[in-house]
Nanobody
């Protein structure tokens, strides 16, 4: 089992940048595909980005493509979400997720979740 702890959220003006981090416990970080999701009040949870075990494959929602970048550092057991050109509609609680897998796929569903970190973008 893996435990996930997000950090890096906060308040930023539109057009600004933030980098979210998700630290994973355990020694098998490289066995997990990872993802970032977000949920705004009154809305369904949305998959924002995903990355394969090796980092060789990634996925981005159309709403963030070209602005957000997902990456992972196996030495630090951490996955990142670099968010640039932020918009007020990016305001949400952002969640990190993990899925144990033997493939190099990116996924839409995950088994383990962090507690979330709030991102607020002011106009």
């Amino acid at each position: 089992q893996v435990q996930l702890v997000e950090s890096g959220g906060g308040l930023v003006q539109a057009g600004g940048s933030l980098t979210l981090s998700c630290a994973a416990s355990g020694r098998t970080f490289s066995s997990y595909a990872m993802g970032w999701f977000r949920q705004a009040p009154g809305q369904e949870r949305e998959r924002v980005a995903a990355i394969s075990r090796s980092g060789g494959s990634t996925y981005y929602a159309d709403s963030v493509k070209g602005r957000f970048t997902i990456s992972r550092d196996h030495a630090k057991n951490t996955v990142y979400l670099q968010m640039n050109s932020l918009k007020p509609e990016d305001t949400a609680v952002y969640y990190c997720a993990a899925r144990l897998t033997i493939t190099q796929a990116v996924y839409a569903s995950y088994d383990y979740w962090g507690q979330g970190t709030q991102v607020t973008v002011s106009s």
